[in-house]
Nanobody, 118 residues
Framework: QVRLVESGGGLVQAGGSLRLSCAAS????????MGWYRQAPGKQRELVAD???????NYADSITGRFTISRDNAKNTVYLQMNSLKPEDTAVYYC????????????WGQGTQVTVSS
C-alpha cells in the first residue's frame, strides 16, 4: 500500500505556471508507475501524464509540450510542471500510484484543485 499527498494547486491566470507535487509514504523506486489524472466538473477523470519506474513518460495529447512529469526517487515524490496553463486545464488533479502485486492496483491521493482564470 501507499499513501499519496498532493500539493501545489491553486488559482493562476491563463498563460501562467504551477508545479504539483505528490509525496508518497513509501519508496517509489519499485512502484510500477506513477501519474497525474484530472477531473473537471461534469467530466470523467482523465490521464494527464504518467511515468514508469524506468522513467518512461506518457502524456495526454491535450497537454503535450506544456506539462512535464518527473520523479525524484530520493524524495519519494512525483512532480507535474504545468506551463502555459489554459482555462480548460481547470480541474481537480489527482496523484496515482500503480503497484504490481500479482495484479496491478491503483492508489489515489485526495486531489488538489487547479483553477485557471481567463
Amino acid at each position: 500500500q501507499v499513501r499519496l499527498v498532493e500539493s501545489g494547486g491553486g488559482l493562476v491566470q491563463a498563460g501562467g505556471s504551477l508545479r504539483l507535487s505528490c509525496a508518497a509514504s513509501r519508496t517509489i523506486s519499485t512502484i510500477y508507475a506513477m501519474g497525474w489524472y484530472r477531473q473537471a466538473p461534469g467530466k470523467q477523470r482523465e490521464l494527464v501524464a504518467d511515468i514508469t519506474g524506468g522513467g518512461t513518460a506518457n502524456y495526454a495529447d491535450s497537454i503535450t509540450g506544456r506539462f512535464t512529469i518527473s520523479r525524484d526517487n530520493a524524495k519519494n515524490t512525483v512532480y507535474l510542471q504545468m506551463n502555459s496553463l489554459k482555462p480548460e486545464d481547470t480541474a481537480v488533479y489527482y496523484c496515482n500510484a500503480r503497484i504490481l502485486m500479482g495484479a496491478l492496483y491503483d492508489y489515489w491521493g485526495q486531489g488538489t484543485q487547479v483553477t485557471v482564470s481567463s
